[in-house]
């Protein structure tokens, strides 16, 4: 079958794996800034929330004494700050416009904290970035209290190694997760995909000729499909069917009556005494023999193009082949008086192929040699068993003469010195349709032993 | 080899001393060439150079290229160098952990990393810029003669109880820091007055006794040996051990209530010249355990965990941001405010 060439777009299997390998590397990514935003930011509210503990600690030790402001540190309000990490800390106690104590350099809050509400803000401080919260405390009898604020910062390189910690664990655990569902990809487009691949190879072993539904198990999503698959296979075998019965019968219809007319013509042959009648009428049977034989190799060759799409396979016997068609043309030869010989080996010669065509190669070929020969002559019919079996028929007639050997083989060509002999030139074209079709050939040549031609149908062995 | 050495130590020594006009005061100070040409290592150190000598040669010889200039400075002086004036040193080894963590916090010193320096326990080392290589008890020191065959207090309170039990005896003839002058001494009385709230009252106690006030342990320990004094507390316990082995008279005595011991620290300044054999001595001195000879010589005890894994009493301070709050111009008004109440009561 000369198929139409598909468009094979790309494969389900690798579609459906970048598909969920997309939709993996998205949730990873998406797990990756999850899993680090949420632990970065548990990490800076316990950096804060330290922070806010050592600002808070400290104003709760501020107290007024004789109307000024005192302060005693406490010393864990500092240590506290050395437990997660070895940050550098800045402190800075500011009220009524000056420091009273730590590091005056250290920049107030831009909004003034209240009670109760630290202030928190990230800024550049002596070289470093900052973590700072402000909180705000009034000192003193109440009336006469003082508005102080408490700033504590530290810097944020422990924070960063964490975070440095943190991402590298997230990116790794990302990686793996995506690494593991891109596997895991792989395995679900191959079993979303195996029913089908069953049901592809279902049809794929299936025989020339085996054109029942299919049956295999199918996944819902296919069985429009495979139903639309039994019904085109219906409508197939109901038209083969259907070719198949119109060529017998073509043959049947055009060749019964030409054969009544074939008769009659040579009955009335016989009675005619007249020369110019009766030469007439051989030209009228010669030119039924010719129609007769033309329809039935046209119709021969639809039949071996119609088969050659679909090749049968079946176990032959190549020598009873040869026998059954000798014995049928045997009658024609002895027309003309020609001796058909037999040079066959007395073991079946078995062999692959379709029956009915190579019976009709072979009754072409021989046909052909008989009708090539001159009367009392002698056609060998020989097999050749070598690397490839040669079925070789040779007669003692004229030849090809000088045509071109390669084009014979084309439709409707002949030798080119058979004017006087009835032919439609389709005989050696089926015999070429079907060696090929058996992956074999038609070879010509000369008969090395004298006048006339050796055609072989050679045929690869298997 | 050894003469010429010498000789060029001497005269180093004489004209820096004459010319020394900074801001700081400089006590001692000594150049120690190298025996090639090469670079030199400029250290400000609160250790005295009898102590540091051997350390320093030893130094040397394993890289003779280095000439080492040495200072010592008090601890207030190293600080005020290396803060306020921006001096230039290639590395500071102070026994205030608390000024040293200072300078560490307020960006005063560099990162340096090293097999050798990620060897020390996490609590002797802080930021990467602080380094100890020494561990030094605060120890007290009695008198032989003074005791006799009387067992010694061992532990705070029974010393408060002694001395209240007898204010005669011991009326003028107790010992401490003066926590106004020494570093080491404010260091260890305000650890003290974390510690235990014991602190207190034997500063009361000792105020009551008219204790004398010192500013260097070689002093205390002098006159303990020499029976003026009955006893001294919280004298260094290296200086102490290195005391004992040439003068006899008097014993050192580790309290079992608790030991504050303090860490020797190094750390390379910003403004360090010649980093790389500022690292080399870091490296050298953070493995001062693997030379017992130095440590003999030196009398300087080495980083060594096994020491408090044996006596539970003795307490390593803790570097972090918690030494900042005794420096905290408020809080060192107010404790020292205190203690003169307490100690000054005349």
């Given at each position: 079958?000369?198929?139409?060439?598909?468009?094979?777009?790309?494969?389900?299997?690798?579609?459906?794996?970048?598909?969920?390998?997309?939709?993996?590397?998205?949730?990873?990514?998406?797990?990756?800034?999850?899993?680090?935003?949420?632990?970065?930011?548990?990490?800076?509210?316990?950096?804060?929330?330290?922070?806010?503990?050592?600002?808070?600690?400290?104003?709760?030790?501020?107290?007024?004494?004789?109307?000024?402001?005192?302060?005693?540190?406490?010393?864990?309000?500092?240590?506290?700050?050395?437990?997660?990490?070895?940050?550098?800390?800045?402190?800075?106690?500011?009220?009524?416009?000056?420091?009273?104590?730590?590091?005056?350099?250290?920049?107030?809050?831009?909004?003034?904290?209240?009670?109760?509400?630290?202030?928190?803000?990230?800024?550049?401080?002596?070289?470093?970035?900052?973590?700072?919260?402000?909180?705000?405390?009034?000192?003193?009898?109440?009336?006469?209290?003082?508005?102080?604020?408490?700033?504590?910062?530290?810097?944020?390189?422990?924070?960063?190694?964490?975070?440095?910690?943190?991402?590298?664990?997230?990116?790794?655990?990302?990686?793996?997760?995506?690494?593991?569902?891109?596997?895991?990809?792989?395995?679900?487009?191959?079993?979303?995909?195996?029913?089908?691949?069953?049901?592809?190879?279902?049809?794929?072993?299936?025989?020339?000729?085996?054109?029942?539904?299919?049956?295999?198990?199918?996944?819902?999503?296919?069985?429009?499909?495979?139903?639309?698959?039994?019904?085109?296979?219906?409508?197939?075998?109901?038209?083969?069917?259907?070719?198949?019965?119109?060529?017998?019968?073509?043959?049947?219809?055009?060749?019964?009556?030409?054969?009544?007319?074939?008769?009659?013509?040579?009955?009335?042959?016989?009675?005619?005494?007249?020369?110019?009648?009766?030469?007439?009428?051989?030209?009228?049977?010669?030119?039924?023999?010719?129609s007769s034989r033309s329809a039935g190799q046209m119709l021969d060759h639809a039949m071996v193009k119609f088969r050659t799409d679909t090749l049968a396979s079946d176990q032959l016997d190549m020598r009873a082949l040869i026998d059954e068609v000798c014995d049928?043309?045997?009658?024609?030869?002895?027309?003309?008086?020609?001796?058909?010989?037999?040079?066959?080996?007395?073991?079946?010669?078995?062999?692959?192929?379709?029956?009915?065509?190579?019976?009709?190669t072979l009754q072409n070929l021989l046909d052909n040699a008989i009708k090539y020969s001159p009367e009392d002559s002698r056609i060998t019919v020989s097999v050749t068993p070598n690397d490839a079996l040669w079925v070789s028929i040779t007669d003692e007639g004229?030849?090809?003469?000088?045509?071109?050997?390669?084009?014979?083989?084309?439709?409707?060509?002949?030798?080119?010195?058979?004017?006087?002999?009835?032919?439609?030139?389709?005989?050696?074209?089926?015999?070429?349709?079907?060696?090929?079709?058996?992956?074999?050939?038609?070879?010509?040549?000369?008969?090395?032993?004298?006048?006339?031609?050796?055609?072989?149908?050679?045929?690869?062995?298997? | 080899?050894?003469?010429?050495?010498?000789?060029?130590?001497?005269?180093?020594?004489?004209?820096?001393?004459?010319?020394?006009?900074?801001?700081?005061?400089?006590?001692?100070?000594?150049?120690?060439?190298?025996?090639?040409?090469?670079?030199?290592?400029?250290?400000?150190?609160?250790?005295?150079?009898?102590?540091?000598?051997?350390?320093?040669?030893?130094?040397?010889?394993?890289?003779?290229?280095?000439?080492?200039?040495?200072?010592?400075?008090?601890?207030?002086?190293?600080?005020?160098?290396?803060?306020?004036?921006?001096?230039?040193?290639?590395?500071?080894?102070?026994?205030?952990?608390?000024?040293?963590?200072?300078?560490?916090?307020?960006?005063?010193?560099?990162?340096?990393?090293?097999?050798?320096?990620?060897?020390?326990?996490?609590?002797?080392?802080?930021?990467?810029?602080?380094?100890?290589?020494?561990?030094?008890?605060?120890?007290?020191?009695?008198?032989?003669?003074?005791?006799?065959?009387?067992?010694?207090?061992?532990?705070?309170?029974?010393?408060?109880?002694?001395?209240?039990?007898?204010?005669?005896?011991?009326?003028?003839?107790?010992?401490?820091?003066?926590?106004?002058?020494?570093?080491f001494g404010y260091l260890m009385a305000t650890q003290d007055s974390r510690n235990s709230e014991a602190y207190w009252r034997l500063m009361e106690v000792m105020g009551r006794l008219e204790a004398e006030l010192y500013c260097c342990s070689g002093e205390m320990?002098?006159?303990?040996?020499?029976?003026?004094?009955?006893?001294?507390?919280?004298?260094?316990?290296?200086?102490?051990?290195?005391?004992?082995?040439?003068?006899?008279?008097?014993?050192?005595?580790?309290?079992?209530?608790?030991?504050?011991?303090?860490?020797?620290?190094?750390?390379?300044?910003?403004?360090?010249?010649?980093?790389?054999?500022?690292?080399?001595?870091?490296?050298?001195?953070?493995?001062?355990?693997?030379?017992?000879?130095?440590?003999?010589?030196?009398?300087?005890?080495?980083?060594?965990?096994?020491?408090?894994?044996?006596?539970?009493?003795?307490?390593?301070?803790?570097?972090?941001?918690?030494?900042?709050?005794?420096?905290?111009?408020?809080?060192?008004?107010?404790?020292?405010?205190?203690?003169?109440?307490?100690?000054?009561?005349?």
């Amino acid at each position: 079958m000369t198929a139409t060439k598909m468009h094979p777009t790309a494969s389900i299997r690798q579609n459906l794996f970048y598909q969920l390998a997309g939709v993996a590397a998205i949730l990873s990514f998406a797990f990756f800034l999850i899993v680090r935003g949420v632990a970065e930011q548990a990490a800076e509210m316990t950096q804060d929330g330290i922070l806010s503990a050592s600002a808070t600690a400290i104003a709760d030790a501020l107290r007024s004494e004789g109307g000024a402001v005192v302060l005693d540190l406490p010393y864990s309000a500092l240590s506290m700050l050395g437990t997660l990490n070895e940050d550098r800390v800045f402190y800075r106690i500011y009220t009524d416009q000056q420091t009273l104590t730590g590091y005056p350099d250290l920049p107030l809050p831009d909004e003034r904290p209240r009670r109760g509400e630290p202030v928190f803000e990230t800024h550049e401080f002596r070289g470093d970035e900052v973590r700072a919260v402000s909180v705000m405390r009034p000192v003193g009898a109440s009336g006469a209290a003082r508005n102080v604020i408490v700033t504590v910062a530290q810097t944020r390189l422990g924070l960063e190694a964490t975070s440095r910690t943190i991402t590298t664990t997230a990116t790794g655990v990302a990686a793996g997760f995506f690494l593991a569902a891109t596997g895991l990809s792989l395995w679900a487009a191959s079993a979303a995909l195996a029913p089908i691949e069953r049901l592809t190879s279902a049809v794929a072993r299936r025989g020339p000729y085996d054109l029942r539904p299919v049956t295999a198990d199918t996944p819902t999503e296919l069985v429009p499909l495979v139903d639309a698959l039994n019904s085109f296979m219906t409508r197939l075998r109901a038209s083969l069917s259907r070719t198949e019965d119109f060529i017998a019968e073509a043959a049947h219809r055009v060749r019964t009556p030409l054969a009544t007319v074939r008769t009659q013509a040579e009955v009335t042959h016989r009675k005619l005494n007249k020369p110019e009648h009766r030469l007439a009428i051989r030209e009228m049977i010669r030119a039924i023999d010719e129609s007769s034989r033309s329809a039935g190799q046209m119709l021969d060759h639809a039949m071996v193009k119609f088969r050659t799409d679909t090749l049968a396979s079946d176990q032959l016997d190549m020598r009873a082949l040869i026998d059954e068609v000798c014995d049928r043309l045997g009658a024609t030869a002895d027309l003309k008086d020609i001796d058909i010989i037999r040079d066959l080996p007395d073991d079946p010669i078995p062999i692959h192929g379709d029956g009915i065509l190579l019976q009709a190669t072979l009754q072409n070929l021989l046909d052909n040699a008989i009708k090539y020969s001159p009367e009392d002559s002698r056609i060998t019919v020989s097999v050749t068993p070598n690397d490839a079996l040669w079925v070789s028929i040779t007669d003692e007639g004229r030849g090809f003469g000088d045509a071109d050997l390669t084009r014979l083989k084309t439709r409707y060509t002949r030798g080119a010195n058979v004017g006087d002999i009835v032919g439609s030139g389709l005989g050696l074209t089926i015999a070429d349709e079907v060696a090929s079709a058996h992956g074999g050939r038609i070879d010509i040549k000369p008969n090395e032993n004298g006048a006339g031609a050796c055609v072989s149908l050679v045929l690869p062995r298997e | 080899m050894r003469f010429p050495r010498l000789a060029a130590r001497i005269i180093a020594a004489l004209t820096l001393l004459t010319t020394a006009s900074h801001g700081y005061e400089v006590e001692q100070q000594m150049h120690y060439p190298s025996t090639q040409d090469g670079t030199v290592l400029r250290i400000i150190s609160t250790a005295d150079l009898n102590v540091f000598e051997p350390i320093l040669l030893a130094f040397q010889d394993m890289h003779p290229s280095v000439a080492v200039d040495y200072v010592v400075v008090e601890t207030a002086d190293l600080m005020h160098a290396i803060y306020a004036e921006g001096a230039s040193f290639d590395l500071a080894i102070s026994s205030a952990m608390d000024l040293q963590t200072k300078l560490a916090n307020d960006g005063f010193a560099q990162d340096y990393t090293s097999p050798a320096t990620q060897a020390l326990p996490d609590w002797a080392r802080w930021r990467n810029q602080v380094f100890a290589f020494t561990q030094e008890p605060a120890v007290l020191v009695v008198s032989d003669d003074f005791f006799g065959t009387e067992h010694p207090p061992t532990n705070r309170d029974e010393l408060i109880a002694l001395l209240r039990e007898s204010p005669e005896r011991f009326r003028g003839r107790i010992g401490t820091y003066d926590v106004r002058r020494s570093g080491f001494g404010y260091l260890m009385a305000t650890q003290d007055s974390r510690n235990s709230e014991a602190y207190w009252r034997l500063m009361e106690v000792m105020g009551r006794l008219e204790a004398e006030l010192y500013c260097c342990s070689g002093e205390m320990i002098r006159d303990v040996a020499s029976g003026n004094l009955a006893l001294a507390y919280n004298v260094l316990g290296s200086y102490a051990t290195s005391q004992l082995a040439i003068t006899d008279g008097f014993r050192i005595i580790e309290l079992s209530d608790y030991v504050n011991v303090m860490l020797r620290t190094a750390l390379i300044p910003v403004t360090a010249e010649n980093v790389a054999d500022a690292q080399a001595m870091i490296d050298f001195l953070t493995m001062l355990e693997t030379r017992p000879d130095l440590i003999a010589a030196s009398n300087l005890p080495s980083i060594a965990q096994e020491t408090f894994r044996a006596n539970t009493a003795l307490r390593p301070i803790r570097f972090g941001p918690g030494l900042l709050v005794f420096l905290d111009q408020l809080k060192r008004a107010a404790f020292l405010r205190n203690w003169e109440d307490s100690l000054l009561q005349n």
